[in-house]
């Protein structure tokens, strides 16, 4: 199977045909080898139109929502970036592409490994992990430039709020168990605004802060 081949078409018909104009990104979405984030017997379907599993529940999420979620984070290189929700590992490489320095939170410690060792094993330098609850994000590192969450949660953790830098982006899915919305807050003068997106649905945040 040629995934290059494939990936190129996903970029084409899945992304430019419905509206990412983001260059970095697009070119970040064709050399990520999203195949090698799934379980060998999957990887036929890595560069199909749709979440898929990943073990433990998990997902990794369908590759016009990362490109949505990514491109409203509008992330020009220089950023520290705070992800919630490790899963396969797939959006972090993503990020990584783009920004500075990602740290990215997982509950689930299986997962968490998984991910860690198809990263440094790709190469990637400037991805840190922590095993817990994201909800609470990674004080110790804070303040963030960005922030995405990749699960759905009922509102934007307070705490994340908190640790997001003057001119910081939060982009999450927000909703109820079964169905969400893309929300973008901006932190401007200390002050939040929000806007709302594409409609989703994604698995559950669990944590404190989050689903209980
Ligand atoms: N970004 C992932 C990727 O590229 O594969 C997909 C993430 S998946 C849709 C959501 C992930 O969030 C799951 O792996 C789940 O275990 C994790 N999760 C749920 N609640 C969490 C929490 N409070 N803190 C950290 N991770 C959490």
């Not at 939060?170 to 932190?187: E, L, M, N, T, Y």
């Amino acid at each position: 199977m040629d995934f290059q081949e494939l990936r190129d078409m996903m970029v084409k018909t899945q992304l430019i045909s419905r509206g990412i104009r983001d260059k970095r990104l697009l070119d970040a979405m064709k050399k990520v080898p999203r195949h090698l984030f799934l379980d060998e017997s999957m990887q036929h379907k890595a560069y199909d139109d749709m979440a898929l599993a990943i073990g433990e529940g998990q997902t990794i999420s369908q590759p016009y929502m990362v490109a949505v979620m990514t491109e409203l984070l509008e992330i020009e290189g220089e950023e520290k970036v705070l992800e919630i929700g490790t899963g396969s590992g797939y959006q972090a490489a993503i990020l990584a592409e783009l920004s500075k320095e990602v740290y990215t939170v997982e509950r689930v410690q299986e997962l968490s490994d998984r991910a860690a060792a198809r990263l440094n094993a790709l190469g990637y330098k400037n991805i840190h992990f922590r095993v817990g609850d994201g909800t609470a994000g990674w004080p110790e590192e804070a303040p963030f430039n960005r922030i995405l969450i990749t699960a759905g949660t009922p509102k934007i953790p307070e705490p994340l709020l908190e640790q997001l830098s003057e001119k910081g982006i939060i982009i999450a899915p927000v909703g109820d168990r079964f169905s969400q919305q893309i929300v973008k807050i901006v932190k401007s003068k200390g002050k939040f605004s929000e806007s709302f997106h594409t409609p989703c649905v994604f698995v559950p945040l669990i944590g404190e802060y989050g689903w209980k």
